[in-house]
T-cell receptor, first 109, second 113 residues
Framework: GQNIDQPTEMTATEGAIVQINCTYQ??????LFWYQQHAGEAPTFLSY??LDGLEEKGRFSSFLSRSKGYSYLLLKELQMKDSASYLC??????????WGAGTKLIIKP | ETGVTQTPRHLVMGMTNKKSLKCEQH?????MYWYKQSAKKPLELMFV???????ENNSVPSRFSPECPNSSHLFLHLHTLQPEDSALYLC????????????FGEGSRLTVL
């Protein structure tokens, strides 16, 4: 079966760096997405990786290793507003999105 | 503001009621989706429409009935629901390109009594 694993919850300190991991086992691969979802709000797109390596976008970076079935989302200079759930999703060979259950990130002052 | 609007934001209904959820997208996308989001579970894809034609129905019970009158509007008709159907129902849209980045609405929080 197809599976996405990510930690249920993480806690970090304002101003620090946090890495949220995502491992996947899917039937084929056509890209990996990270979405951010604040409580009571819509998920919003953060990043898309289809080739191996690091994609940087401001304070957020996303890394992909297709051979290891692994990605991470790196958040730098954490701010209180970064408290949210982070959803990892992989597009399989049929262009179906397989979702992880999400990682709830708690930022403490 | 994501360009995808859902109404109502909150809905409480009894098991014998009939209600509908509405979604409208202002992005010119040609694909629209219904997802179910339950606490601590992955998003569950329910229905997909491409150019108004239903292309997927992921074994969803018949008490959920989708309708897509045009490429900008999507409905989810609800009848004789069960308490376990209580969840956040998210609508999304995308272009049918290789990336298919999803734009979500803020969801309709459904409680079935």
């Amino acid at each position: 079966g197809q599976n996405i694993d990510q930690p249920t919850e993480m806690t970090a300190t304002e101003g620090a760096i946090v890495q949220i991991n995502c491992t996947y086992q899917t039937s084929g691969f056509n890209g990996l997405f990270w979405y951010q979802q604040h409580a009571g709000e819509a998920p919003t797109f953060l990043s898309y990786n289809v080739l191996d390596g690091l994609e940087e976008k401001g304070r957020f970076s996303s890394f992909l290793s297709r051979s290891k079935g692994y990605s991470y989302l790196l958040l730098k200079e954490l701010q209180m507003k970064d408290s949210a759930s982070y959803l990892c999703a992989v597009m399989d060979s049929n262009y179906q999105l397989i979702w992880g259950a999400g990682t709830k990130l708690i930022i403490k002052p | 503001e994501t360009g995808v609007t859902q109404t109502p934001r909150h809905l409480v209904m009894g098991m014998t009621n009939k209600k509908s959820l509405k979604c409208e997208q202002h992005l010119g996308h040609n694909a629209m989706y219904w997802y179910k989001q339950s606490a601590k579970k992955p998003l569950e894809l329910m229905f997909v429409y491409n150019f108004k034609e239903q292309t997927e129905n992921n074994s969803v019970p018949s008490r959920f009935s989708p309708e897509c009158p045009n490429s900008s509007h999507l409905f989810l008709h609800l009848h004789t629901l069960q308490p376990e159907d209580s969840a956040l129902y998210l609508c999304a849209s995308s272009q049918e390109d290789e990336r298919r980045e999803l734009f979500f609405g803020e969801g309709s929080r459904l409680t079935v009594l």
